[in-house]
């Protein structure tokens, strides 16, 4: 099994509240890896930050609800009925937006989510802008869904990818954009640059950067290039 390097999508904060903590180094963690360490990981930085795991800059409508183990970077923002919670983490810049819910979520660096924004156990690149109901689904369909045991795996191009959990969403790629009404997840990847259409739903899949995803009137998704038009079919 290839070794998918969360640099390869994301980048660390570069902010010094996060820099100097373990999310400093989340470039250079293996997907799989940081997924298993996250919750210690998470707590090594809560200690480390103290009584600055909200940045006195932030904003938080006070209708939003943030959960007490939650780390909110400077000039963060969080608008009304939205909550934010279990280990969640916005970098600087980032902002929440009307009515959305993050759980175990990573939000890097002037990242947008926009309106009735779900997601869960996700990562979400620096400048990558979500639009109005995009949801990020964590857990695959069993027949209990209290008690997920189903291992998530992805289907790229060098093979399966086994992620050793039952949860996990996505990983949303540096300044991915998106149209409204998608459902991805659980096991996605989105590279740098890409662009995916309004309507699409997807799982189990690694994008390449530069792409764009959409969702025709057919039993089909497609996926092409940005850069040289070259487009794979994806059944």
């Known amino acids: 099994m290839e ?10 904060p570069t ?3 996060l820099a100097a903590t373990p999310y ?4 250079t963690y293996d997907l799989a890896d ?8 998470h707590r090594e930085a809560l ?13 938080i409508h006070p209708q939003a609800i943030v959960g ?13 009925f939205s909550t934010v919670r279990k280990g969640s983490v916005l970098c600087a810049g980032a902002s929440v937006g009307f009515n959305c819910e993050v759980t175990s979520a990573f939000v890097g660096e002037g990242a947008v989510l926009g309106h009735r924004i779900g997601i869960n156990r996700t990562i979400v690149g620096n400048r990558a802008h979500l639009s109005a109901g995009v949801t990020v689904a964590a857990i695959a369909v069993s ?12 289907r790229t191009r060098g093979g399966a990818y086994r992620c ?64 040289a038009g070259v487009q794979e079919m994806l059944p």
């Open 3 to 12: 070794p998918l390097p969360l640099g390869t999508y994301v980048t660390a």
């Open 15 to 17: 902010d010094e509240q």
């Open 24 to 27: 400093g180094r989340l470039h």
């Open 34 to 41: 940081f997924l298993a360490r996250w919750p210690d990981l």
């Open 47 to 59: 200690s480390l930050l103290g009584d600055r795991r909200i940045h006195p800059t932030a904003f």
């Open 68 to 80: 007490e183990d939650v780390i909110v970077g400077p000039h963060a923002k969080v608008y009304e």
């Open 143 to 154: 027949a209990d869904m209290s008690a997920p045991e189903r291992e998530i795996c992805l």
């Open 164 to 227: 050793d959990t039952a949860q996990f969403g996505a990983v949303i790629g540096d300044r991915v954009q998106t149209g409204n009404n998608i459902s991805l997840g659980p096991g996605v990847l989105v590279g740098r640059h890409s662009q995916i259409d309004s309507g699409v739903t997807l799982a189990i899949r690694a994008v390449p950067e530069n792409s764009v995803v959409t969702a025709p009137h057919t039993a089909q998704t497609r996926i092409r290039s940005r850069n």
